[in-house]
């Protein structure tokens, strides 16, 4: 299959580079696959995200305010850390299971 591809060039500062290059490779990603998948972001949402925050779209708004409520009703569980938790969710599907 053919596909119809082109080059980009970019000047960027070194060190960005390289911490970049760094940090795909940290996560099994080639410094091409990550550019294309911002650039796809880009032009699907019309939004160049460079901040730490992001704007919460309608979906998420209406999920926060239910936890808070869910919290505020003192509908949450806590663990001391993530073992405790996944000890939660086995005890869950063993008690699915035994219902079958």
Request: aromatic residues 4%; proline residues 1%; hydrophobic residues 35%.
């Amino acid at each position: 299959m053919y596909m119809n591809t082109t080059s980009l060039h970019i000047q960027i500062d070194t060190d960005i580079k390289e911490q970049a290059q760094q940090t795909a490779d940290e996560l099994g990603l080639s410094l091409s696959a990550v550019t294309k998948a911002l650039l796809k972001q880009f032009i699907r949402t019309k939004q160049l995200s460079v901040g730490l925050t992001e704007i919460p779209n309608e979906h998420l708004k209406l999920s926060l305010k239910r936890s808070e409520k869910d919290i505020k009703a003192g509908k949450t569980l806590s663990f001391k850390d993530g073992e405790a938790a996944l000890d939660y969710v086995d005890s869950l599907i063993k008690h699915d299971e035994q219902k079958q």
